[in-house]
């Protein structure tokens, strides 16, 4: 039950079609993971605090940038609880949010995450204008991590561009999670979303499993990590 202290200060999200009062207490009691240390996973972590996330568990790395996700939302909410984490999966989670980084993110870094079963996965990047993300549902990475650029890819030359790319990806990481954890997109879909800043477009499409993949595959046991 919503206390007049939270439908005051969700009173905008809670009047859109289809979310209510029901929507914002699922969001109340998820548990989110947000797996990153740069621009994608703080802003991601800032919209989330704002829109009532019960629990965040921010994990960062070593080999990561230095900086850490910081916003004033994580001090001016107090519905949601942020704890910094470094062992990945040390807390089950409903949902994880991951900034990919070449070199950093793989398969063998989320695989405690995604042990416990429940874990639903989106996979965030941005490059030169263009925001890309990738559902995963409750399946592995293999195929998944594909779908993002080599280690050596070039560093964007348009550094503003770039910055605004890593905003808008991380409100983007930010709005599916909260999709997922209302009910408004289906949990287990298995997608990639492209969205080209430079031109307006966006694009959308199922990932093609691998042929030893079946992670996407209706009543298929979870493969091993890989």
């Not at 408004?184 to 969205?195: K, M, N, Q």
Request: aromatic letters at 6%; proline letters at 7%; charged letters at 15%.
């Amino acid at each position: 039950m919503l206390s007049d202290f939270q439908i005051d200060r969700y009173s905008r999200q809670i009047l859109l079609p289809g979310f209510g009062g029901m929507g914002q207490e699922r969001l109340l009691a998820a548990r989110v993971a947000v797996v990153g240390s740069g621009p994608i996973a703080g802003i991601a972590t800032t919209y989330l605090a704002a829109a009532g996330i019960g629990a965040i568990d921010v994990y960062t790395d070593a080999s990561e940038s230095a900086a850490t996700p910081a916003s004033s939302a994580f001090h001016t909410n107090p519905d949601c609880r942020i704890t910094r984490r470094s062992q990945i999966g040390s807390v089950p989670a409903d949902l994880a949010l991951c900034e990919w980084v070449a070199g950093v993110l793989d398969s063998t870094r989320l695989a405690p995450l995604r042990a416990n079963g429940r874990t639903r996965f989106v996979i965030g990047r941005a490059h030169a204008g263009t925001a890309t993300l990738v559902h995963v549902g409750t399946g592995c990475f293999r195929c998944a991590l594909r779908e993002f650029p080599p280690a050596n890819e070039a560093a964007p030359a348009n550094a503003a561009l770039q910055a605004a790319t890593e905003a808008f990806a991380g409100a983007l990481l930010a709005h599916e999670a909260i999709g997922l954890l209302t009910g408004s997109i289906a949990p287990d879909i298995v997608r990639r979303t492209d969205l080209d800043l430079r031109c307006g477009e966006v694009m959308s499409a199922g990932i093609a499993p691998w042929s030893n993949c079946t992670h996407n595959v209706p009543g298929a046991p979870a493969p091993a990590p890989r």
